[in-house]
């Protein structure tokens, strides 16, 4: 039997996915034992959820900290908790200070969500950060994975943090920026502006949490995050030069362009 803590939009995909091939239950603060039990999972209080040999964590990285704390002392000596958060230097760390010595541990961000993956898993990205987990497990754990159609990516910590810093918070960050800007369809629309607006609609999927968390958590995003802006500035001071040096003869009438 697995346990589920949160159940979020990606609490209800994994709990979703996982009640096709195991028993699932799952613990959320609100009650949402309707929408758990649509799910093929069974709702249930938090010390039963803490209780199973497998435990997978589904909380925003925010609260990640105070969950590990409380869910400590109900763990098996031999269980195995997992994570899902999109950044994992500090998610692993935490997981390894503050859970018991006994437990096993493997850090792991499914690249995809409840709109990527709505209808299949197949052909989707899982990044796997083995920390603490014995070798029989984690080889039925990558098998069980694989045989959804999951392209697994095995790699440490702080090597998933630096390149998610670009392709994940840089990306919402893009997107955010779109939103904020206004940006909307209209009817000369180009085929990158289209693709523009994809980042934006993907984006607004997530919760403002998650996008902060993601950037907050994220040890190497700010850097990114000022290296793109500092390449905007430049660029746009590279096109006022050019422009000054190459002004239109004759200027255009501004009641025109209202």
């Not at 998610?91 to 493997?106: C, E, F, G, H, Y």
């Not at 990516?153 to 840089?170: G, K, N």
């Amino acid at each position: 039997m697995i346990g589920i803590i949160g159940f979020g939009r990606f609490g209800r995909l994994t709990a979703k996915n996982l009640s096709k091939d195991f028993e699932v239950i799952v613990y959320n603060r609100k009650d949402k034992a309707q929408k758990i039990i649509d799910c093929g999972a069974r709702a249930c209080d938090l010390a039963t959820t803490c209780n199973q040999k497998i435990i997978i964590i589904c909380v925003p990285i925010s609260i990640m900290q105070n969950t590990l704390k409380m869910i400590g002392p109900m763990l098996q000596p031999d269980a195995l908790v997992v994570d899902e958060c999109s950044v994992k230097v500090y998610p692993a760390q935490w997981m390894n200070k503050l859970l018991p010595d006994t437990v096993s541990i493997l850090a792991t961000h499914p690249m995809f969500g409840p709109d990527s993956a709505a209808d299949t898993l197949s052909g989707s990205k899982i990044v796997l950060c083995r920390e603490k987990i014995k070798d029989q497990l984690y080889k039925r754990i990558k098998n069980w994975l694989s045989a959804q159609g999951l392209i697994i990516i095995e790699t440490t910590p702080a090597d998933h943090d630096r390149q998610i810093a670009t392709t994940l918070s840089l990306t919402h960050f893009i997107g955010r920026a779109l939103a904020e800007f206004g940006a909307k369809e209209t009817k000369i629309d180009t085929e990158g502006y289209k693709r523009l607006l994809h980042i934006l609609g993907v984006v607004q999927h997530d919760t403002w949490q998650l996008f902060v968390d993601m950037h907050n958590y994220n040890p190497y995003a700010k850097k990114k995050r000022l290296e793109f802006i500092n390449a905007m500035v430049k660029l746009n001071d590279m096109l006022d030069q050019k422009y000054e040096k190459n002004k239109p003869e004759i200027k255009l009438d501004k009641d025109k362009i209202q």
